[in-house]
């Protein structure tokens, strides 16, 4: 077969292809990476003396890849075809989309092989090493230049609510993400004491709330009206979603440090902040599902669409969990443990992961100018990637109950670890779903640019 990538290299949509590309491989390879962690938690001495698939290596590089180089790989895919469109002109420099986009996957590339290699800068989200940090900040400052220019150089007057959330979410996180990962301090790239515990977690609940949850929202808000053939409900709403999604999300972080030394002050402005959070949340979902109301089928008959749609469910999940487990009584059992980790997979994958899932091929046939391969494909990866979320959930959530009861009873952790074998098997094997998935998902893509139908002009 003789194999034409023209089209792909074509000048045109040309970041939004090596983005959402480039996420479809990362979300292979960050599942497979998590397959070895899920493997060592079944059997410790599995891989015995093989360092760099070690759990302390190989876990904090899944958990980077997944949430950088897929979720918000394809997110700022998406985000980068979207923002010129309802801005109705083109993107305001692609070459500079694509420096920016070569030089964050390669990011990602150097910070998993360090990563693996033992090179870590040991806090939560931030474990790469600084040169990666400066290479990440670039990407961001190129991102968010194209995305402010593309703004001044529009020729529609009405500033559209995805826009703003683009825009918003480069804008953030090229401000957050030195700050969040100590870049003034090089190498060591940490705070002393309990200072760097409160700069990590600004950082490591703001690069979900302030990079990839606009990103997601900026993808709804431009896929609804369309799938459902039906104008936003409020353009009101939308904005005032955006000003308090700002407002409430950059407090929480500190939620995760209730039971650490950190300012009671502080404590409390996370716990009123996580509990403020339902109400950016219940408009962007309000907005959403009025605008689907009483066209729900054409989200349930599209495989597009039922991505998006399970996403948004789990948004709302996520949402009410999370306030939940703030509540100091409710962390005597859930915190340390499982439970935490079935609220990330829902989080990352559920959330952002799904709509990103549906964005990248919501918006394939229009950068490609080819249909996409095969919406059977679409419909296998959708029912394997939930039934193993469902799973993750189910598993991680019981496990997690198990530990903090047996702790919370005066049970050493030692005791508890045999409780949770049936759970971590039982977690192996629904994650071999998603990494099937995930695969099905890369050969649709590639599937799309070599032999997808052509879309008549």
């Known amino acids: 077969m003789r194999i034409n990538l023209t089209r792909f290299w074509s000048t ?42 070690e759990f302390g290596r190989v876990r904090p590089a899944h958990t980077n890849t997944v949430l950088f180089g897929f979720v918000t790989g394809m997110l700022i895919g998406a985000g980068v075809y979207i923002l010129p469109k309802v801005l109705n002109t083109r993107l305001f420099s692609e070459p500079m989309g694509v420096v920016a986009a070569v030089t964050f996957n390669l990011a990602v590339l150097v910070g998993d092989i360090s990563l693996l290699a033992g090179h870590s800068q040991g806090r939560e989200y931030a474990e790469y090493i600084f040169p990666v940090d400066v290479m990440i900040v670039v990407a961001f400052l190129l991102l968010t230049a194209n995305a402010v220019m593309t703004v001044r150089q529009r020729r529609e007057p009405l500033l559209y609510v995805s826009s703003w959330y683009v825009v918003g979410a480069m804008l953030w996180t090229t401000v957050m993400y030195p700050f969040g990962n100590v870049l003034w301090r090089g190498r060591p790239g940490a705070m002393s004491g309990i200072t760097d515990a409160i700069f990590l977690w600004f950082y490591g609940h703001n690069i979900f709330g302030l990079l990839v949850t606009p990103l997601a929202v900026a993808i709804g808000y431009y896929m609804v009206p369309r799938i459902a053939r039906a104008p936003l409900y409020s353009q009101l709403l939308s904005i005032l979603g955006f000003w308090t999604l700002l407002m409430f999300y950059t407090h929480i972080g500190g939620h995760h440090l209730i039971q650490a030394p950190i300012p009671t002050w502080l404590k409390t402005v996370s716990i009123i902040d996580s509990f403020a ?40 999940i996520v949402c009410v969990q999370g306030p939940l487990q703030s509540l100091a009584w409710v962390q005597r059992v859930t915190h340390f443990n499982n439970w935490v980790i079935g609220h990330s997979h829902i989080a990352v994958l559920g959330f952002t992961g799904f ?20 919406t059977k494909l679409i419909n296998i990866q959708y029912w394997l990637v939930l039934l193993g979320l469902l799973g993750f959930f189910v598993s991680l959530t019981a496990a997690g109950l198990i530990q903090g009861h047996v702790w919370l009873h005066g049970g050493t952790v030692y005791r508890s670890v045999p409780m949770l074998k049936p759970y971590m098997t039982t977690r192996l094997f629904e994650g071999i779903l998603i990494i099937i998935g995930s695969y099905i998902g890369l050969y649709n893509v590639i599937m799309t640019f070599l032999k997808g139908e052509r879309i008549s002009e």
């Open 355 to 374: 709509i990103a899932i549906a964005g990248m091929y919501y918006v394939l046939p229009y950068i490609t100018g080819r249909k996409i391969y095969s």
């Open 277 to 316: 959070m339902m109400l950016p949340v219940a408009i962007v979902l309000i907005n959403w599902w009025y605008t689907a109301r009483g066209r729900f089928q054409n989200f349930l008959s599209n495989p597009v669409g039922k991505f998006f749609l399970i996403g948004s469910i789990w948004y709302a």
């Open 12 to 53: 045109e949509y040309l970041t939004a292809k090596i983005f959402l590309v480039s996420g479809a491989v990362w979300f292979a390879v960050g599942t497979s990476l998590g397959l070895f962690s899920a493997i060592h938690l079944v059997a410790p001495d599995f891989f015995a003396n093989i360092a760099f698939i």
